[in-house]
């Protein structure tokens, strides 16, 4: 069974930085394009960054690009999102999401979500 | 970036019922690179069909999907209960990846 875990949210003050995990289980992380997707409280969705299998390609928002960096660790089974300068309009539920049929294939496993809230 | 324009933004149907949301890209894209996801009130959304017309795994015969260019529809045939959820179109034509605003469908 395909499962995403993701984990350290938290409340983090403007300005400061957060680490965000995903462990994945029940397939061949290293075969995978890996994405963050986020969701703003009572709005829509919105993709923040993705990571090719290797490591080869990696995209971001621009609302993001500069402040944040996706990577993954294939050994480990796990993708991160390096979150820095915090910013009052990053606060959402941060999902990750794999990606099948290449780099513009559909998200067909996603997490539960991560909050991350920042407020002073 | 290419912008989806979903409609409409909300539908309260009866069970039973056939419901259409249309979902209508700023460019052409691939039909290869349209997908749609069903999001239940406090859950993660959940692939429902890609690349316009695929059912995902597990996904009931009554959704379905068509569309080219850059207009694109998603049906449920027969609404049901637990049908009740916000559906939102992706494209994954061209970088940034982006999603319609969504469709909350209530059931009357």
């Known amino acids: 069974e395909v499962q995403l875990v993701e984990s350290g949210g938290g409340l983090v003050q403007p300005g400061r930085s957060l680490k965000l995990s995903c462990l994945a289980s029940?397939?061949?992380?290293?075969?995978?394009?890996m994405n963050w997707i986020r969701q703003a409280p009572g709005k829509g969705l919105e993709w923040v960054a993705s990571?090719?299998?290797?490591?080869?390609?990696?995209y971001y928002a621009d609302t993001v690009k500069g402040r944040f960096t996706i990577s993954r660790d294939n050994a480990k089974n796990t993708l991160y999102l390096q979150m820095t300068s915090l910013r009052s309009e990053d606060t959402a539920l941060y999902y990750c999401?794999?990606?099948?049929?290449?780099?513009?294939?559909?998200?067909?496993?996603w997490g539960q979500g991560v909050m991350v809230t920042v407020s002073s | 970036a290419i912008v989806l324009n979903q409609s409409p933004s909300s539908i309260v149907a009866s069970q039973g019922e056939k419901v259409t949301i249309t979902c209508r890209a700023s460019?052409?894209?691939?039909?290869?690179?349209l997908h749609w996801y069903q999001q239940k009130p406090g859950a993660f959304p959940k692939l429902v069909i890609y690349s316009t017309s695929y059912r995902a795994s597990g996904i009931p015969s009554r959704f379905s999907g068509s569309g080219s260019g850059t207009s694109y529809s998603f049906t449920i045939s027969r609404v049901e209960a637990e049908d009740v959820a916000t559906y939102y179109c992706q494209q994954g034509s061209s970088n940034p990846p982006t999603f319609g605003s969504g469709t909350k469908l209530e059931i009357k």
């Open positions: 990571i090719s299998s290797s490591s080869s390609y990696i």
């Open positions: 029940g397939f061949t992380f290293s075969n995978y394009g």
């Open positions: 999401a794999r990606q099948r049929l290449g780099a513009r294939g559909p998200f067909d496993y």
């Open positions: 460019s052409s894209i691939s039909s290869n690179y």
